[in-house]
């Protein structure tokens, strides 16, 4: 049993898909916090605009 974990801890096949799935994982990540503050900021912009118009009307 010990030396199938040993076996098992020396065997790098899967290492690369690994490391590129959490490199994919991040990039994927990234954009979606950036569009979800961007979200935030436009619909703001759009507050403050409706709002001047209304009280300009």
Not at 12 to 17: A, E, P, V
């Amino acid at each position: 049993m010990i030396s199938t974990f040993k076996r098992l801890h020396r065997d790098t096949n899967g290492q690369d898909l690994v490391e590129y799935s959490l490199i994919l994982a991040l990039l994927g990540l990234g954009p979606v916090a950036t569009m979800k503050a961007l979200a935030n900021h436009i619909a703001s912009s759009f507050t403050t605009v409706g709002s001047t118009l209304t009280s300009a009307v």
